[in-house]
């Protein structure tokens, strides 16, 4: 049997399908341009956390979920700017979250709001990058996550009221402020806060989406190999085979990786995913010529708009809908 038969099979016995096909398919790549323009746009053209431009930012993702009716809880924690000089206040962290479907503990999608553009406070002298006035526009990093997300919470809006079990949305802060701990994991950053905070089944970090391969898209999906991550990996590999085929998926095990919000659930035993393009090493990551332009190649939205497809498709195969419920569920 060809394997697509024998997903359309698998697909066809999990009562979410229908609903988890048509989301997907109504993602818009012209809602993914604006969201990541709007967050490089804003004043000063940075996120880094304690900036105006980081409240700036989150002013964008509050007021794209007014217009769906939704609005975000704001989850203060403080953080350590690594860029300040030595005895300056503690900086502090805005965590925004919204919950669609029922109360308990679900899966947590989550991307980064805050942005950099130096390593560290010696790679910023040596740059000449000040954290405080200089851009950061963060466009790969993580405007396109953002964005996705943004759209996920379209895409999730109108199937809120169905869903089985439920999904929390956050726009993290602080991510790109820690540092790795002796035991290997980042601390202090938004990943833990929210952590601590939100009960989670297993958690999907987003972060950078925007910069292809010469050959194509492609994704890397780490799992540090948990039975809570490995579920949560197979939910976005069925996905992406049904929703994203454009896009290859690249699982790896590694329980090292931790860099990103995803690690801050590792470190607690929960699970966590990070989906992360695979080039993110390139030229502009950390840079101030991390900004977006759709004319210029050197990012590809296509790629942005397929990952998001893939998201769309595995929060609502993840969370199910109620059979019966609505008219994206008809009962079978
Ligand atoms: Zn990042």
């Not at 405080?132 to 009221?161: F, I, N, V, Y």
């Not at 956050?170 to 402020?177: G, H, P, Q, R, T």
């Not at 595995?314 to 569920?329: D, I, M, R, Y």
Request: glycine fraction near 10%; proline fraction near 8%.
């Amino acid at each position: 049997m060809a394997p697509c038969y024998a997903l359309l099979l698998l697909l066809g016995q999990v009562p979410a399908t229908d609903a988890a096909l048509a989301a997907a398919a109504a993602v818009e790549p012209a809602r993914l341009v604006r969201a990541i323009t709007a967050l490089q746009s804003v004043p000063g053209q940075s996120r880094v956390t304690g900036t105006p431009g980081a409240e700036a930012g989150r002013e964008v993702v509050r007021a794209a979920l007014a217009e769906l009716g939704l609005t975000p809880e704001r989850m203060p924690f403080a953080a350590h700017n690594k860029f300040a000089r030595p005895g300056a206040e503690a900086t502090r962290g805005v965590n925004l979250r919204v919950r669609l479907g029922p109360e308990g503990p679900g899966r947590v999608y989550v991307a980064h709001l805050d942005t950099k553009a130096a390593e560290d406070a010696a790679h910023a002298a040596e740059v000449g990058w000040r954290w405080d006035e200089d851009p950061a526009p963060g466009a790969d990093d993580d405007g396109s996550g953002a964005a996705a997300l943004l759209e996920l919470a379209r895409r999730l809006a109108p199937l809120a009221p169905c869903l089985a079990r439920p999904v929390d949305l956050v726009w993290s802060d602080a991510e790109e402020l820690a540092q790795v701990a002796p035991d290997g994991f980042m601390n202090a950053y938004g990943g833990e806060a929210l952590a601590e905070m939100v009960p989670t089944e297993a958690a999907l970090a987003v972060d950078m989406l925007l910069r292809a391969r010469p050959y194509g898209y492609v994704l890397r999906l780490y799992t540090d190999g948990r039975w809570a991550s490995d579920l949560l990996m197979q939910d976005i590999l069925l996905a992406g085979a049904a929703v994203a085929p454009e896009v290859l998926l690249d699982p790896r095990v590694e329980p090292a990786f931790t860099w990103s919000d995803h690690g801050a659930f590792w470190a607690q035993g929960v699970g966590g995913v990070l989906l992360i393009e695979d080039d993110f090493h390139h030229p502009r990551y950390h840079r101030e010529a991390d900004a977006f332009d759709p004319a210029d190649p050197y990012y590809d939205v296509g790629q942005v708009t397929a990952a998001t497809r893939l998201l769309v498709a595995a929060a609502v195969l993840g969370a199910g809908v109620n059979p019966g419920c609505g008219a994206a569920a008809p009962p079978r």
